[in-house]
């Protein structure tokens, strides 16, 4: 069986906020497949089931790594999950660290396992 080609979603409630972690974590992960979902579908801030899918379906990676900074909008990745047929890890880590450090591990080919357990301390409680 070959590795699953693994990518990074950030889904934020503001679109300036998404596309700037994107920014940071392209300097580290330039390799690694990441898109993202800012506001709502009006370009306000919010959540958007629209703009979360499409980010997940645009992502290229068959296996994702979704990273979110409020609760609504992990309600959102939830359903949207419930909708692909790609393998969504919903990742409850602090968003900026977590994300950096899934990116940079994906960039370095680390395998699945030690992305978790790298994460294991940044999840929120």
């Known amino acids: 069986m070959t590795q699953a080609h693994f990518g990074v979603v950030i889904v934020s409630h503001v679109p300036e906020l998404a596309k700037g972690l994107v920014a940071l974590l392209k300097e580290s992960a330039k390799d690694v497949p990441i898109t993202y979902s800012g506001g709502t579908d009006d370009g306000d801030i919010g959540s958007s089931f629209t703009n979360i899918?499409?980010?997940?379906e645009e992502n290229t990676a068959d296996e994702i790594f979704a990273f979110y900074d409020?609760?609504?909008a992990k309600m959102t990745?939830?359903?949207v999950m419930e909708m692909t047929d790609k393998q969504i890890h919903l990742m409850d880590t602090?968003?900026?660290e977590g994300a950096f450090t899934a990116a940079a591990l994906l960039q370095g080919g680390a395998p699945l396992e030690r992305i978790m357990q790298q994460l294991k301390p940044?999840?929120?409680k």
């Open 53 to 56: 899918s499409q980010a997940i």
């Open 77 to 79: 990745l939830e359903m």
């Open 122 to 124: 940044l999840t929120v």
């Open 70 to 72: 409020l609760g609504s």
């Open 94 to 96: 602090a968003l900026v």
